[in-house]
């Protein structure tokens, strides 16, 4: 089967370094997005990792591990606009055809 | 971002309603697709469009129909919808049907009563 895992919800202060994780488990794996999305709003693209390392993007960065099915997204300097939902979506591959496959999202909440 | 728009924004239908969604894409994508987000569950895949050309349906319902007229425009039909169909319908597009990023829309937040 195909699953992917990440908490419900986080709560983080302004200024500070908070971690989201997400695990998955599927056959064929291309690579893995993260996206945020604020209340009412579209998601948006945040990063993309295939191969396994860090990869940084600003205040931003995401890391995987192909080999433990595992990924984070990690945000520093927290500012009270990065309050939102952060999805961690996987694309698998089968037969030439490319699938996402989407986390439930965790819900960030920064407090002052 | 306008990239990606969609029409309504919100939309209240009774179960006996035909109603239609559309989603248009100035990205010059080729690939475009429709998702259901509901309430504390992830993201599900609708159809997937690639160059005008529907290559996945996951399963959906007959009561929801999409139409995709050319590579900018997607539209969502429908009809005899349920109460659990209630949800915020999202429309994306990427450059190709190849697991690119894809970009949003703002979406349709539909309440079936």
């Known amino acids: 089967g195909q699953n992917i895992d990440q908490p419900t919800e986080m709560t983080a202060t302004e200024g500070a370094i908070v971690q989201i994780n997400c695990t998955y488990q599927t056959s064929g794996f291309n690579g893995l997005f993260w996206y945020q999305q604020h209340a009412g709003e579209a998601p948006t693209f945040l990063s993309y990792n295939v191969l396994d390392g860090l990869e940084e993007k600003g205040r931003f960065s995401s890391f995987l591990s192909r080999s433990k099915g595992y990924s984070y997204l990690l945000l520093k300097e927290l500012q009270m606009k990065d309050s939102a939902s952060y999805l961690c979506a996987v694309t698998k591959e089968t037969s030439g055809t490319y699938k996402y496959i989407f986390g439930t999202g965790t819900r960030l909440k920064v407090l002052a | 971002e306008t990239g990606v728009t969609q029409t309504p924004r919100h939309l209240v239908m009774g179960m006996t309603n035909k109603k239609s969604l559309k989603c248009e894409q100035h990205?010059?994508?080729?690939?475009m697709y429709w998702y259901k987000q509901s309430a504390k569950k992830p993201l599900e895949l609708m159809f997937v469009?690639?160059?005008?050309?529907?290559?996945e349906n996951n399963s959906v319902p007959s009561r929801f129909s999409p139409e995709c007229p050319n590579s900018s425009h997607l539209f969502l039909h429908l009809h005899t919808l349920q109460p659990e169909d209630s949800a915020l319908y999202l429309c994306a597009s990427s450059q190709d049907e190849g697991g690119e990023t894809q970009y949003f829309g703002p979406g349709t937040r539909l309440l079936v009563l």
């Open positions: 469009y690639s160059l005008e050309e529907r290559v």
């Open positions: 990205l010059g994508h080729n690939a």
